[in-house]
C-alpha cells in the first residue's frame, strides 16, 4: 500500500520542525511509536522527539531517557515491589518535559505510568495527546471521571470506544488499529518451514507467552508441561515461541528443559512467517490476539497472573470476555483459559482439538475476517491516521497561540 498522508492536515507554521516528546510504557507501545514518528517524519521532516522508547523507537531517533524496560510492569503485586523506582523515573520524565518545554507532548498506552505523567505536567500548559484509550470499559469504569483536563485529545484503536467514551462527555477519536499495518498478515509459511528444516505436514503451534518481564515466567514452565502431554498425542509438533528482543534470555532459560525443543523467533519478519506456518497458536491475552486474527491463525487464549491479582480483577472486570477477538465478534469465537483454568491439561486438550478439528479452526476463520474489518479505521493506515490528527492539534494549538515557550535550540 502506497504511503498517502492527507496535505490540508500538515500546517505550514509547523514544517519548521516541532519538537515532540513521545514516550512508550512497553514492548507494545514502543511498535506503536516507532509507526507513529516515522509517519510524523513523513509528513514533517523537520520534528524532532525526545522521551521514553525501545528499540524502534530508537531506530526512528529517539535518543531514550531511561530503558524500556524499566516501566514494563504489570499487575498489582508485581508493581508493589517496584513503586520507589517507577516514582522516581516519573519525576525525571516530568523534569525532562519540564527543562526541554516541547511543542506537544504524545503517550502512548500504559496508563498506569502516563496517565499519572500527564497530570503531574498539567501545570506547564503544554498541549497532551494521548493514543490507545485506557481500557476503563473493561473494568474501573469511574475512573472515566479522572480523564477530563489529562489531554486534548485522544486517539482510539478499537472501534467501540469512541461511543463509550462519549457516554461519559468525553470526545475520542477512532484511528484504526496499528496491528493492520504489521505485516502478520504477509508471512511466507513454506519459507519458513524451509529455513528451519520443518517438514511440509508437521504440525506447528505458536506460543506466545507475552512480551513483559512479569508474563512469561509464568507462561512458559505451564507450557513445557503442556507440551510434555501434546508430545504423545500430536507426534511430530514443533512449537515455535515468537518473542521481543528484550525478554529473549528470559524465555532461553525458561524453555531449556522442555521436553520438545522450541524454536524461538525474535525476528518480526520471522515471526510472521511462523504465523503463515502455523496450524494453531496458544496466546495470553492483549494485543498478539489480534496479531494472530489478522494473520489467520487458530488460537486458544491463556492468561496467569498473581492470584491476589486475579481476585481483584475479577470484582472489577465488566466484560463478558478477555480475548480482544472475543470483545470484537462479540461472542467467545476463541476459547479462553484463564488463571485456574491455565492447567497444562486443559492447554493440552484444547490445543489438541484445534489442531485436529478442522470445522473449528474454520469457524475462528470466519470469524477473524469481521475483525480485520472493523479494526481498519477511517480510510488510511492507522499510523497516518494518528499523524493527521497529531497535525491537526498542533495546528489548532498554534493557531490559538497556546504552545508552550520557546523550547531550547
Not at 480523564?147 to 486534548?152: I, K, N, S, T
Not at 528451519?196 to 508441561?225: K, W
Not at 488510511?380 to 523550547?407: C, F, K, N
Request: hydrophobic share 45%.
Amino acid at each position: 500500500m502506497t504511503d498517502t498522508f492527507p496535505t490540508h492536515a500538515v500546517p505550514a507554521t509547523v514544517s519548521a520542525g516541532p519538537t515532540i516528546w513521545i514516550m512508550a510504557g512497553e514492548a507494545s507501545g514502543d511498535v506503536l511509536g516507532g509507526r507513529l514518528m516515522a509517519a510524523l517524519r513523513a509528513v514533517c521532516p523537520g520534528v524532532r522527539f525526545a522521551g521514553i522508547g525501545g528499540e524502534r523507537m530508537q531506530a526512528q531517533g529517539l535518543h531514550t531517557l531511561f530503558p524500556l524496560r524499566d516501566l514494563a510492569v504489570m499487575g498489582l503485586m508485581e508493581v508493589l515491589p517496584k513503586i520507589r523506582h517507577l516514582s522516581r523515573r516519573l519525576d525525571q520524565a516530568v523534569s525532562d518535559i519540564a527543562s526541554r518545554r516541547p511543542d506537544l507532548v504524545i503517550t502512548i498506552d500504559s496508563p498506569g505510568f502516563t496517565l499519572r505523567l500527564l497530570r503531574r505536567i498539567a501545570p506547564l500548559s503544554i498541549p497532551r495527546l494521548h493514543y490507545v484509550a485506557p481500557q476503563v470499559w473493561a473494568w474501573r469504569e469511574h475512573r472515566v471521571r479522572e480523564f477530563p483536563g489529562l489531554w486534548e485529545r485522544m486517539l482510539c484503536l478499537l472501534p467501540f470506544e469512541p461511543e463509550f467514551f462519549a457516554r461519559h462527555g468525553i470526545e475520542a477519536r477512532f484511528v484504526g488499529h496499528p496491528v493492520v499495518q504489521s505485516g502478520a498478515d504477509g508471512g511466507d509459511g513454506a519459507a519458513f518451514r524451509a529455513r528451519h528444516a520443518i517438514a511440509s505436514d508437521a504440525p506447528v503451534l505458536v506460543l506466545m507467552p507475552g512480551s513483559r518481564r512479569s508474563e512469561a515466567p509464568r507462561l512458559l514452565p505451564v507450557f513445557g508441561r503442556m507440551l510434555a502431554i501434546l508430545q504423545n498425542r500430536v507426534p511430530g509438533i514443533v512449537p515455535v515461541v515468537p518473542v521481543a528482543p528484550v525478554i529473549a534470555d528470559i524465555v532461553r532459560r525458561g524453555v531449556a528443559k522442555w521436553p520438545v525443543r522450541p524454536l524461538i523467533v525474535t525476528d518480526v519478519d520471522d515471526k510472521h512467517d511462523a504465523f503463515a506456518a502455523a496450524d494453531a497458536a496458544l496466546t495470553k491475552s492483549g494485543t498478539s490476539t489480534l496479531e494472530l486474527a489478522i494473520a489467520n491463525v487458530p488460537m486458544a487464549v491463556t492468561y496467569r497472573v498473581n492470584p491476589l491479582t486475579a481476585a481483584m480483577a475479577r470484582r472489577l472486570i465488566r466484560v463478558p470476555y478477555v480475548a480482544m477477538v472475543n470483545l470484537l465478534s462479540g461472542h467467545r469465537l476463541v476459547p479462553e483459559l484463564l488463571q485456574e483454568r491455565c492447567t497444562p491439561d486443559l492447554l493440552a486438550a484444547t490445543v489438541e482439538r484445534l489442531l485436529s478439528d478442522e470445522g473449528c479452526r474454520s469457524l475462528q476463520r470466519a470469524g477473524f475476517g469481521d475483525i480485520r474489518t472493523a479494526l481498519r479505521g477511517p480510510g488510511v493506515d492507522p499510523a497516518q491516521a494518528a499523524a493527521a490528527e497529531i497535525m491537526d492539534l498542533l495546528g489548532s494549538v498554534l493557531a490559538r497561540g497556546a504552545l508552550p515557550a520557546p523550547h531550547p535550540a
